[in-house]
């Protein structure tokens, strides 16, 4: 399969952008509204009215204007606040399309109704020590993914990433595409899923198709089913490839994406038994796949997914016995590694990797985490200053979630003091929630500088 197929023939005809979320900004404010709060409490009156005319009119001001464009050409940060820290730091604001290291997508599931999930994704793109994150939540990220993801050779995508590109769509034309396939509404499937044998497929049927008709039209409900499951509309996507199996029982592809769907909705019900049967459903798909490595490399990644560390790793390995070396089963094979702490086993498969990279940028980064792995393996005093720095980052978090637990429970006190005239009451909640306000700010900005690792240098200077 050509990995460079999907980039488009033509460049933007206007720029896209992406307002970026404004977690950030709605921390500052709260923090500025509370110390606002605490001044009036002081009756500084003159110092309180300018900070909260700082936290609710400039700050939302620049939450607004902040978003992540796409020209085309490059990705950017259009914000006050991120292009006066790149001239500050020195660093970049921008990265051009051929300097993206990676792409990775995360799903976090917001609302369930019903067995439907409404999709919240996040999209990071990496690139010369830049990270670039997109949300969605409009039609705006679908564009946005629509004009970047197909530009970019494969390799540098992950599988949510993939599927994304392939198989977004907006909601409301899925829908109408379901009403037209026939698929009933999730309320009437739910219940049929929720019966004791509603979750079983015809997928073990060995029946060949012989009719060009029936291949069509299981095409055709594949793609539905894949659009289905990436847009939440689990229930209906379910239905959609239980169809397409009964068509093409034999077609590993399509087991393979069933599994996944299978796989997704049993997450969201919490359902064992519907979990197991997509894994019984993903072993299905490998003894289907025969020498088919890309999808076999795929399900070794459905496999990692899964948490079946040894069965993802064997499928890698069947896929290079098969269909030789690829760079995405030999970086399975470092993850894997790395997850069984085997660092001898991660620098040898990123160093296959790197000799299998389609693009500069992923040379490059496999290149570097060689680098850092070698001298994580070959320097005592290094790999133990990169645990204490990772248990260090774990001890911080809980930290800072105590913190902001404590901050919490300071003001119903503060509002009883207050309400109450008990000034002993109420400078004792000012008291709890300021120094937990500032220890859960110096303990965030002490993990974000733990955050990146530990520079060689630093410890040759030593």
């Excluded at 049929?192 to 979750?199: D, I, Q, T, V, Y």
Aim: aromatic share 8%; net charge neutral.
């Amino acid at each position: 399969m050509d990995k460079t197929a999907h980039v488009p023939d033509s460049n933007l005809t206007a720029p896209l952008a992406v307002r970026v979320a404004p977690v950030n900004y709605l921390v500052v404010l709260l923090l500025a509204s509370f110390i606002g709060a605490f001044l009036i409490y002081l009756e500084w009156d003159i110092y309180a009215g300018a900070l909260l005319l700082f936290a609710w009119v400039i700050i939302p001001i620049l939450a607004f204007r902040d978003r992540v464009a796409f020209d085309g050409k490059r990705i950017r940060r259009t914000g006050l606040v991120p292009r006066l820290w790149a001239y500050l730091t020195s660093s970049r604001d921008r990265i051009k399309l051929n300097d993206i290291e990676q792409v990775q997508t995360n799903v976090l599931r917001t609302i369930r109704r019903g067995g439907n999930m409404i999709y919240t994704y996040r999209t990071a793109f990496f690139g010369k020590g830049k990270i670039f994150v997109i949300h969605s939540g409009n039609t705006k990220y679908r564009r946005m993914v629509e004009a970047i993801l197909p530009r970019l050779n494969e390799t540098l995508l992950d599988h949510r990433s993939i599927e994304l590109r392939d198989h977004i769509t907006d909601r409301s034309e899925i829908r109408r595409k379901a009403r037209a396939a026939d698929i009933p509404p999730a309320d009437i499937l739910e219940n049929s899923l929720k019966e004791p044998h509603g979750a079983k497929t015809s997928s073990y049927n060995p029946a060949p198709v012989e009719s060009a008709d029936s291949v069509e039209k299981a095409l055709s409900l594949h793609r539905l089913a894949n659009e289905l499951r990436v847009s939440g509309l689990l229930p209906q996507s379910i239905e959609a490839f239980r169809r397409a199996v009964l068509l093409m029982p034999r077609n590993a592809k399509l087991l393979f994406d069933f599994a996944l769907c299978l796989k997704s909705y049993a997450g969201s019900q919490r359902d064992g038994t519907v979990e197991r049967r997509a894994l019984a459903m993903m072993r299905l798909a490998e003894r289907r796949a025969g020498d088919d490595g890309e999808l076999l490399v795929e399900i070794g990644e459905g496999y990692f997914q899964f948490g079946e560390w040894r069965r993802a790793a064997a499928t890698f390995r069947k896929a290079i016995e098969r269909a030789g070396e690829r760079f995405k089963s030999m970086i399975g094979l470092a993850e894997i590694a790395l997850h069984e702490g085997k660092i001898a086993h991660v620098i040898h498969n990123f160093a296959a990797a790197s000799n299998l990279a389609e693009t500069p940028a992923v040379k490059r980064w496999t290149e570097h985490e060689i680098d850092y792995f070698s001298r994580l393996n070959d320097d005592e005093e290094y790999m133990e200053l990169e645990i204490s720095r990772m248990n260090l980052l774990d001890t911080l978090e809980m930290v800072k979630r105590s913190a902001l637990r404590i901050a919490v429970i300071g003001l119903p006190v503060i509002v009883f003091g207050i309400l109450s005239e008990n000034d002993l009451i109420a400078n004792l909640g000012w008291a709890v929630s300021m120094i937990s306000l500032v220890i859960w700010v110096a303990v965030i900005l002490l993990a974000n500088m733990l955050s990146t690792r530990i520079p060689y240098d630093l410890v040759e200077d030593e």
